[in-house]
């Protein structure tokens, strides 16, 4: 006890003493006054040295089909009359550039607003490569090449809501057309896209996009998507099914599928254009050139004189010339005695007993026999009877994906679901 009591004094006093010396004044640092004179660099010096700098400057700009060598250079801030006089000459330049609208120019500007190089680059039509224009200032004058180079491919995701109209719910996302296009057409055997869309339905898509260069250059094939149309969810997914047949010789046996491996490729598809609005539909109306009520006993679509109508299903032309009313019209017979009719064409582009596949190219839009405006009459018979063209896509048989390929769709399709769950994620985002 003596020993611990001895110990603890100790401990005590040793406190006071650290307390006592931290409490104390400390003695002010010296201050120590520096003077030097400082002497500025000539400024002939200094102006030869900025001199020898190297100012580069980089602008891009795209071309227009009404374009000169001069005016293009001109917007791009460029004043150097031997870069023109090379752009207007050379068969290279004069070719990639001259007349060519749509191509993104690179350019590369000396300080004085010389040109030091320039690139252009444009898709072609396989889908799969790019040409590279590249023009490069060199000692003895301007030097052009073009080649050849493959794009790279990429996934890009996005989603929206409809407020008003599919195009400008996904241009607020800035989705590409042809993309929007795509979205309609995969779910149109299901979805009613001229008549059937709601404010507040909603969208998520994984797609394709090619790259030049590390910058986009077209979009690609959509390869899953969902849609929520008044409140129902419709997904679906692309999926080569390597044991199924080609419907026809050379065509992908790639499709679209719904998760659970129904084929959403029907045997007819739901419109004979490309995501159109409909005027008039499968019913009786009062007819604008006879004055009467009668039987309206197909589908009409407004669009402009010359869009391409194709057919919506594999079939045989039974009659393609001018009938009555119709005017210019293309009659495909189908199997199962089905038969469809496209009327009022401006030009008919297939013949009697040719053989065409679904979505081919029958003919275009016109106003030819009985009609006030442009538009395309469309009529769906079984055995001689009209029935509702709107309601045959949905009827329509649909072809699961082969029981070889189930293992390998299953996991494809559990991808396809995180895939999409990361772009509903995107589409939240972007609502907020």
Known sequence: MRVMAAMAAMMMGAGSLAVAALGGEQPAPPVQQVLETVRPQAMQAQMDALESQSFKLYRSELTRSTDSAESILRRLGIDDPLAAAHLRSDPIARAALIGRAGRKINAEASASNGLLSLSARWALDDGLNFKRLEVQKTETGFKSKV????????????????QSSLFAATDDARIP??????????????????????????????????????????????????FVNSGKAYQAMWFEDPLAPAATPGRSKGNYYALNGQSLRRAFLASPMQFSRVTSGFKMRFHPILQTWRAHLGVDYAAPTGTPVRSVGDGVVEFAGVQGGFGNVVFVKHRNNNTTVYGHLSRIDVKRGQSVG?????????????????????EFRVGGVHRDPLTI????????????????????????????????????????
């Open 358 to 378: 679904q979505s081919q190219a029958i003919g275009a839009v016109g106003a030819t026999g009985w009609a006030t405006g442009p538009h395309l009459h469309f």
């Open 147 to 162: 080649e050849v180079v493959a794009m790279t491919a990429s996934n890009a995701m996005a989603g929206g809501s409809i």
């Open 177 to 226: 057309d042809a993309v929007a296009v795509q979205l309609a057409e995969i779910f149109s055997g299901d979805i009613d896209f001229h008549r059937a869309l709601r404010k507040g339905d909603r969208f998520s898509v994984v797609y394709e996009t090619m790259e030049a260069d590390g910058e986009p250059m077209r979009s690609g094939r959509v390869l899953s998507a969902e």
């Open 393 to 432: 896509a949905k009827q329509s048989e649909a072809i699961p994906v082969s029981a070889g390929a189930k293992t390998a769709f299953d996991g494809a399709a559990a991808s396809t679901r995180l895939q999409l769950a990361a772009a509903a994620s995107i589409r939240q985002v972007n609502t907020q």
